[in-house]
């Protein structure tokens, strides 16, 4: 049971070898494709035949009955029917900050490209229902498609024995407000619902696990023309766990066996740092495998297991990020810096009293996650899954002159004259002449910092008052960044990833490097710059800002700020990010702040200099604002 391999001595073909999952046979893409193919060919008859032979159940209607859903609820265990509303309610909880939402960027001078967000008109939810029926992954997949505003959520589930589906199953659907369920499983429920056969509706886009057989048709409907999307790419379950000396052996092995219990094709790798405790969770694993029901099935996965050991936190970070696990859990002291260290992890558990069943049922985050490997390019099942977007461009004969000089010019460098003609057309309607454009673009910039610590986007676009749009997760520091944008007449876009479990410093300083950056991309070579500004705001509080947009950074804060923090904001932070910004701006920025107040004195010191960059980034013509010819 769980071979070892030492990290720092195997090869990389061992170490590949040793995180291999375990090999399909490759027989149920054959079957999933013949059934597809054979649904699509003679529709109705070829599904009720496939149900009759797989499922045992082919009914003239597959859909269950309204009264079968409301009988169901009413049997339900009280007990039964509280834990389901109350994971629905958590689950619902995590979810509801989810969603793409829309937008509107004035890309050039009388050129409004926008964005909306819409959802699918009909999302199918594959329920498994083998050896137990799965109403947790009824709730995953329902509860995100009713936030996004999906009009027809449709549940399919295998029969239970002669017809009809789980009793649990269905009191769970009654419960979240779906009544369309249908009892038919299989690759013949997918083709069906890829086809608009045998009385269910054709599918935009199809959900949920499954066995093998469900898996390959999922993929294979995805691939034929028109055929619906699929969620994610789906495999046996598994779970990583990296323990530490100090880890309790018996909840590390209740959290690998919690996995293996799901089906024999399951992996488990348990990364540790020493021969101690790699014993350790094995006698534990032993001791609890002899107790468990499903004790056969477990050991079968766990023939298809290992355990690595590493010789610290970066090697078995290296090692999670080489196998990218649909669940990790951490059960280490250092569990917080290994977060960090993790790139690519469909859901992350950390400390020792979070295990891997409390994401499976009822602590919020969706645990329809990515498998065999593909967490290295998908996430989980989100509200954006269930949503589409849809851009649209709107442009005013200004703005078709502005663009018309690229266009026309790229165009021609593809080769395709038509494109230049439709360009050219509205270029000569607007009464603007070859080469000539009405205005290059608005001043706008985009920046991204990924650091171990952070990971930070920031937009700006000096031509555009507003809307800003901006969440680093320290609410202070955003009501300053704010104040910035709108003193600068500014917008701002800022979007933040950052270890606040730790402290403010790592976002603090990265948003205000980035910023420096995209206000640097926005200025482009500085022709027609004012380049200077200069302003003192604000009440009992005094704030005087200079700033030179030199190209040469240099920062100088004179004042002292009381107390340690506003908010969740460090006062001392305050000269760090003006001298954040000028470094990666190229500017020189003085500020000077008198006053007794520290909400005041950090309020002022940002406004004023909001109000500095928006004299110093006004164009007054078109030279370089520089009697030597240049900039640095």
Known sequence: MLDTLIWKDATPAQRRQALARPVETGTADAAAREIVNAVRARGDEAVRAYAARLDGYAPDDFRVPAEALREARKSMDPADLEAVKAAADAVRRFHVRQGYSGYSVETWPGVMASRRATPVDVAALYVPAGSAPLVSTLIMLAVPAQLAGVPRIVVVAPPAGEGGVNPALLATAGILGIDEVYAIGGAQAIAALATGSAGLPRADKIFGPGNAYVAAAKSYVAGLPGGPAIDL??????????????????????????????????????????????????????????????????????????????????????????????????????????????????????????????????????????????????????????????????????????????????????????????????????????????????????????????????????????????????????????????????????????????????????????????????????????????????????????????????????????????????????????????????????????????HHMVEACFKAFGRALRKAVRVEGDALPSTKGMLA
């Open 233 to 598: 790419p789906a495999g046996p379950s598994e779970v990583m766990v990296i323990a530490d000396e100090r880890a309790d052996a018996e909840l590390v092995a209740s959290d690998l066996l919690s996995q293996a219990e799901h089906d024999p094709s399951a992996q488990v790798v348990l990364v540790c740092f020493d021969t101690v405790t790699r014993d350790r969770v094995i006698a534990a694993t032993e001791a609890q495998l002899a107790q468990l029901p499903r004790a056969e099935i477990a050991r079968a996965a766990l023939a298809n297991s290992c355990t690595v050991i590493c010789d610290g936190l970066e090697a078995a970070a290296e090692v999670a990020n080489a196998y990218a696990p649909e669940h990790l859990i951490l059960q280490a002291d250092a569990a917080e810096r290994l977060v960090g260290l993790v790139r690519h992890a469909g859901s992350i558990f950390v400390g020792a009293f979070t295990p891997e069943a409390a994401g499976d049922y009822a602590a919020g985050p969706n645990h329809t996650l990515p498998t065999s490997g593909a967490a290295r390019a998908y996430g989980g099942v989100t509200v954006e899954a269930f949503q589409k977007t849809t851009t649209i461009l709107r442009a005013t004969a200004e703005g078709a002159a502005a663009m018309a000089p690229a266009v026309e010019r790229l165009a021609a460098l593809e080769g395709l004259e038509a494109h230049a003609t439709a360009m050219r057309l509205r270029r000569e309607r607007a009464g603007v002449q070859p080469g000539v454009a009405a205005a290059s673009g608005p001043r706008a910039g985009t920046k991204r910092r990924k650091t171990a610590e952070t990971d930070v986007t920031v937009t700006v676009n000096l031509d555009r008052d507003g809307p800003s749009r901006i969440a680093t997760g320290v609410g202070y520091f955003d009501h300053m960044l704010e104040q910035v944008a709108r003193h600068g007449g500014i917008a701002l876009d800022v979007a933040v990833e950052g270890d606040l479990h730790i402290d403010a410093h790592h976002t603090i300083e990265d948003v205000c490097l980035t910023f420096g950056e995209a206000l640097r991309e926005a200025l482009r070579d500085k022709r027609g710059l004012a380049r200077f500004g200069f302003e003192l705001p604000m009440d009992e509080t005094r704030a005087a800002v200079w700033i030179d947009l030199s190209g040469r950074p240099f920062a100088k804060f004179e004042g002292e700020i009381p107390g340690e923090s506003v908010g969740e904001f460090p006062v001392e932070m305050t000269a760090h990010a003006f001298r954040s910004i000028a470094e990666s701006l190229g500017a020189a920025i003085h500020v000077k702040v008198e006053g007794e107040n520290a």
